[in-house]
């Protein structure tokens, strides 16, 4: 149990094209899902909490018009890097956790290339 | 606020040999701490986590994690290495139940364990 399924695993897009990655909680509901992103050889950084229904908590120095999080249902959240330029490309990993827990699992991320 | 700092960002060992990597934190509420590996491009797996009640906390792998209050430390061993565990391991922190960034991770810098044979 407590699979989180991240799409696509890698992708790769022109600079100035808009790019959506979506994180599903395959066996349990989601109230809260919670986006990283990992530079090369460097820890993972909390980008944004999201709470299904609600509009997400962005963490000091993440750009929300930027980086725009999705929480429409209690199995899936969206990330869409907007304008996507090369500085953009990264790891981007999901993770989420139900009710009460204090575990979040993680999806698989998502290697993003801007060229 | 919280902070997780892993001391040494590679560690190598022996096949066979113990692992030991390091990880200290500072909260200021009852932590919930984590070990996660990360294989290449791929995403987290947790290992082992501490909540409440037995302070010695055993994970898959063989690995194993003993959360000491008085040293703000949750380090990770494994008797034995194995090849299969090279990898990056992440030691992570979140507040107790009840707080608005509750389940919110804050992660060490990560190690690098290369196991030789």
């Known amino acids: 149990g407590a699979v989180v399924s991240q799409h696509p695993s890698r992708v790769i897009c022109k600079s100035g094209t808009s790019v959506k990655i979506e994180c599903r909680s395959l066996d349990f509901q989601a109230t809260t899902m919670f986006w990283y992103r990992q530079f090369p050889k460097k820890s993972l950084m909390l980008m944004a909490t999201s709470n299904e229904g609600s509009k997400a908590t962005y963490e000091q120095g993440v750009e929300k018009d930027k980086f725009l999080i999705n929480h429409a249902s209690l199995t899936l959240s969206t990330l869409t890097v907007t304008s996507a330029h090369p500085e953009d490309s990264s790891f981007y990993i999901c993770?989420?956790?139900?009710?009460?827990?204090?575990?979040?699992?993680f999806g698989q991320g998502t290697r993003l290339t801007v060229v | 606020a919280q902070s997780v700092t892993q001391l040494g960002s590679h560690v190598s060992v022996s096949e066979g040999a113990l692992v030991l990597l390091r990880c200290n934190y500072s909260?200021?509420?009852?932590?919930?701490l984590f070990w996660y590996v990360q294989y290449p491009n791929q995403g987290l797996q947790l290992l082992l986590k501490?909540?409440?009640?037995?302070?010695l906390v055993k994970g898959i792998n063989g690995f194993e994690a003993e959360f000491k209050k008085s040293e703000t430390s949750f380090h990770l061993t494994k008797p034995s290495a194995h090849m299969s565990d090279a990898a990056e391991y992440f030691c992570?922190?979140?507040?107790?139940?009840?707080?608005?960034?509750?389940?919110?991770?804050?992660f060490g810098q990560g190690t690098i364990l290369t196991v030789h044979p």
């Open positions: 909260s200021s509420v009852p932590p919930y």
């Open positions: 992570a922190v979140t507040r107790n139940a009840g707080g608005t960034s509750y389940g919110k991770l804050t």
């Open positions: 501490y909540t409440t009640g037995a302070t």
């Open positions: 993770s989420a956790r139900g009710t009460g827990k204090a575990e979040a699992f």
